[in-house]
């Protein structure tokens, strides 16, 4: 009895230690590498704490490896857009102005009763509502409402939308979104007049977001320290 107390408070602390050591994100919502290693984790601990026969460290052992994939896929997926894409996926468009794509919730393997239960999860119970909404690599739904629907701001004090489409990112980590580009009706003369004006090449945007106005928001790449370098 002693020792099953003994290996059961010895796993949870080694548990709780390799979660703690992935970062806070494993306790949010998860991505699917990360739903992964948990589940592998608790399968480990639990084989651990249930047989006594099985030594501590044959869980140990794969338990410490496991959290170590995961940070190194984290820093992998941190440097490398690809990488990241080809982990965890990309997010899909699913309603663009009040329309729903059907075939992006057929790639998503999504029933439009799974949309609207989404929707409904976002106080949306209307699509033609949308101007834009995305299935993000977590599987979660985000949403923007058409500007003349957002509740309590332009009709209560009646004043008109001074845009008819929701702000959408165009380049995130230099990765150009070319259909979001021409919802918008912007080209790529547009993007590399942008990208000249505020001295930066396509590879230094992190992140460029707008909407079929002139407005638009760019951040460009913080340089790499030294360290970070080496």
């Known amino acids: 009895m002693k020792l099953l107390i003994f290996r059961t408070i010895l796993i949870y602390g080694c548990v709780l230690f390799s979660m703690r050591l992935m970062g806070k994100r494993q306790l949010g919502e998860l991505q699917p ?11 480990l601990a639990s084989v651990s704490i249930e047989s006594e026969e099985v030594p501590v460290t044959a869980s140990l052992i794969p338990l410490f490896l496991i ?101 959408i990112p165009f380049v995130l980590d230099g990765q150009v979104l070319e259909d979001n580009l021409h919802w918008c009706g912007k080209d790529a003369d547009w993007l590399a007049r942008t990208a000249k004006a505020n001295k930066a090449l396509l590879s230094e945007i992190l992140l460029l977001i707008g909407n079929e106005t002139e407005d638009y928001f760019l951040l460009k790449k913080e340089p790499r320290s030294r360290k970070e370098a080496g």
Do not use: C, H
């Open 67 to 167: 959290a170590a994939l995961e940070l190194l896929g984290s820093m992998l997926s941190f440097r490398s857009q690809w990488f990241f894409n080809l982990m965890s996926g990309r997010p899909k468009t699913v309603i663009l102005d009040g329309q729903i794509d059907q075939n992006a919730l057929r790639m998503l393997r999504l029933t439009i009763a799974d949309l609207m239960e989404a929707l409904r999860g976002k106080d949306v119970f209307d699509p033609r509502d949308v101007s834009y909404a995305v299935i993000e690599t977590n599987g979660s739904l985000s949403v923007a409402l058409r500007p003349e629907r957002e509740p309590a701001r332009l009709a209560d004090l009646q004043l008109k939308a001074q845009q008819t489409q929701a702000t």
């Open 33 to 43: 590498e990360e739903l992964v290693s948990t589940i592998l984790i608790s399968n």
